[in-house]
């Protein structure tokens, strides 16, 4: 079992080690409100669109761009979650992918997507490049990465959590424009009750049990 298998058994605390379809929907249930967060205060359909998706996990935002009528291809440095996600998903294409290495596709994508992903990585800086290269002209990345509370510093695989203003500058020098720091917080546990009910906040909160993140968004 590779690290990052090893991951999905361990600091992510799974739902379940299986990683069923029900777990899925579950995912999605929480990134509900991250969408529609996007949908609205960017004036963004992903109808159509060609996406690629880095660090899918369990697939639920393939789940739910797929819904949306999205292009969506997900991917995932775990070949035993890429290996799960196809079984559970079967309508979107998963492959294995390392960020820091390529993007494996020949396609120019619209969007390029990857919610908590960039502090897991030893360079983020090969990763946004090869974002970059991924992209059409004028297309853009979406992504997220926890601010640094303390709270945020404590999965060992987070080796590069960073304050907002450090991460503009990282995609400014890989090529990038119009990059966009938005401050993003989501109150605890009622999405378990309703998908709906995973309201976003556009600011940074420090308290235990809420999920506090800088929205990326930038275009090649």
């Given at each position: ?98 960020i820091q290495k390529k993007i494996p596709s020949r396609i120019k994508y ?111």
């Amino acid at each position: 079992m590779s690290t990052w298998d090893t991951y999905f058994q361990t600091y992510l605390r799974p739902i379940s080690k299986s990683w069923t379809e029900y777990d899925v929907k579950k995912y999605a249930n929480w990134y509900f409100g991250w969408i529609k967060f996007i949908e609205k205060k960017f004036y963004i359909s992903f109808y159509s669109k060609k996406v690629f998706e880095i660090g899918s996990g369990a697939g639920g935002v393939c789940y739910l761009l797929n819904q949306l009528g999205a292009n969506i291809v997900g991917s995932d440095i775990s070949r035993m979650m890429v290996k799960k996600a196809k079984r559970n998903i079967s309508s979107v294409p998963f492959v294995y992918c390392d960020i820091q290495k390529k993007i494996p596709s020949r396609i120019k994508y619209d969007y390029i997507m990857g919610f908590e992903v960039l502090e897991h990585l030893n360079n983020p800086t090969k990763g946004i490049v090869n974002i970059y290269k991924a992209l059409k002209t004028k297309g853009m990345f979406i992504g997220s990465t926890p601010y640094p509370f303390p709270k945020n510093l404590i999965d060992p695989t987070h080796v590069n959590v960073k304050y907002p203003e450090q991460w503009k500058k990282l995609f400014i020098d890989s090529g990038f424009k119009n990059v966009i720091c938005q401050p993003l917080s989501f109150l605890p546990l009622l999405w378990r009750i309703n998908r709906s009910l995973n309201i976003s906040l556009p600011f940074y909160v420090s308290l235990p049990g809420f999920v506090s993140t800088t929205l990326l968004v930038a275009e090649r």
